[in-house]
């Protein structure tokens, strides 16, 4: 039975810094104080493009972080940066990683943690920008330095991300751990430790928190999807067939749509040919 790789889910809040919500309904989770933005799981290698070695893709659609204009004022002389607060200063890198903008995302964040170097959001903001850029190293320090200020779940998920870029699963998979300490039903943190369970050889383990992902939001599409790979794989098809038709009808990206049929296409000339 082949086994199917998935990859680990970062959400936009995750990757923007954004304190960590409990699920949220309609698709997936998403940054807090944004629109949600369905997450994409990854499609066994036989039904979609090749895994690549980089961070999971933000869905194009997507909108980076929370946009509230009303809170940040005009980007002028008027608005000095001398006199923003961190939370301030994070939400103009904010603006800049909206736009793409990630050198002066950066060049910001440089200057706020200058200012103040033991912000433990400021460090989750860049370190999740380093993150997304992928640059493991550095989102590894700037992570650390923010669990070491105050703990927070959606930090874990992150941290949990680099330390797996450099193949640490048993450190990545404590973090995971703690996050879901501080906030049991946290998807996010649920999500990525299934990934890393059925990575690491857990079926069982991944079963559970799929499972679990599930109870706390049925709405949510991704969660089915992997399911559904596990499922297979352990041969429970009738099962896994269920899932992924379940992933169709609550998915609204129409390219995971049409993988997710493409497989269900697949798996069911299997059935036929192996009853």
Same mark, same amino acid.
């Given at each position: 039975?082949?086994?199917?790789?998935?990859?680990?889910?970062?959400?936009?809040?995750?990757?923007?810094?954004?304190?960590?919500?409990?699920?949220?309904?309609?698709?997936? !989770?998403?940054?807090?104080?944004?629109?949600?933005?369905?997450?994409?799981?990854?499609?066994?290698?036989?039904?979609?493009?090749? @895994?690549?070695?980089?961070?999971?893709?933000?869905?194009?659609?997507?909108?980076?972080?929370?946009?509230? &204009?009303?809170?940040?004022?005009?980007?002028?002389?008027?608005?000095?940066?001398? #006199?923003? #607060?961190?939370?301030?200063?994070? #939400?103009?890198? &904010?603006?800049?990683?909206?736009?793409?903008?990630?050198?002066?995302?950066?060049?910001?964040?440089?200057?706020?943690?200058? @200012?103040?170097?033991?912000?433990?959001?400021?460090?989750?903001?860049?370190?999740?920008?380093?993150?997304?850029?992928?640059?493991?190293?550095?989102? &590894?320090?700037? &992570?650390?330095?923010?669990?070491?200020?105050?703990?927070? !779940?959606?930090?874990?998920?992150?941290?949990?991300?680099?330390?797996?870029?450099?193949?640490?699963?048993?450190?990545?998979? =404590? #973090?995971?751990?703690?996050?879901?300490?501080?906030? !049991?039903?946290?998807?996010?943190?649920?999500?990525?430790?299934?990934?890393?369970?059925?990575?690491?050889?857990?079926?069982?383990?991944?079963?559970?928190?799929?499972?679990?992902?599930?109870?706390?939001?049925?709405? =949510?599409?991704? !969660?089915?999807?992997?399911?559904?790979?596990? @499922?297979?794989?352990?041969?429970?098809?009738?099962?896994?067939?269920?899932?992924?038709?379940?992933?169709?009808? @609550?998915?609204?990206?129409?390219?995971?749509?049409?993988?997710?049929?493409?497989?269900?296409?697949?798996?069911?000339?299997?059935?036929?040919?192996?009853?």
């Amino acid at each position: 039975m082949p086994r199917y790789l998935l990859a680990l889910l970062l959400t936009l809040g995750l990757l923007a810094g954004c304190k960590p919500k409990t699920a949220e309904k309609e698709t997936t !989770p998403a940054a807090a104080g944004a629109a949600a933005a369905e997450a994409q799981p990854t499609a066994p290698p036989e039904a979609a493009t090749p @895994r690549t070695s980089g961070p999971p893709t933000i869905p194009p659609d997507a909108k980076a972080g929370p946009l509230d &204009l009303s809170k940040i004022g005009p980007h002028q002389e008027a608005y000095a940066h001398e #006199s923003l #607060s961190p939370d301030e200063w994070a #939400s103009v890198a &904010l603006m800049y990683q909206a736009k793409g903008q990630f050198g002066e995302a950066l060049a910001t964040l440089d200057q706020a943690i200058a @200012r103040y170097p033991d912000d433990a959001h400021l460090l989750a903001v860049r370190g999740a920008l380093w993150l997304q850029l992928e640059e493991y190293t550095k989102a &590894l320090a700037d &992570l650390e330095r923010s669990l070491k200020a105050a703990e927070d !779940p959606g930090v874990r998920v992150n941290y949990a991300e680099a330390l797996r870029r450099f193949g640490r699963n048993e450190e990545a998979l =404590a #973090s995971l751990d703690k996050a879901l300490e501080l906030a !049991p039903d946290y998807l996010p943190a649920l999500f990525n430790r299934g990934v890393l369970r059925y990575e690491m050889g857990d079926e069982e383990g991944a079963l559970a928190d799929f499972d679990r992902a599930i109870e706390i939001d049925p709405t =949510a599409a991704a !969660p089915y999807f992997n399911r559904a790979a596990i @499922r297979w794989a352990l041969g429970q098809r009738k099962e896994a067939i269920a899932d992924l038709d379940a992933f169709i009808e @609550r998915t609204t990206v129409e390219e995971w749509k049409q993988t997710a049929e493409d497989l269900r296409t697949s798996w069911l000339e299997q059935m036929e040919a192996n009853p």
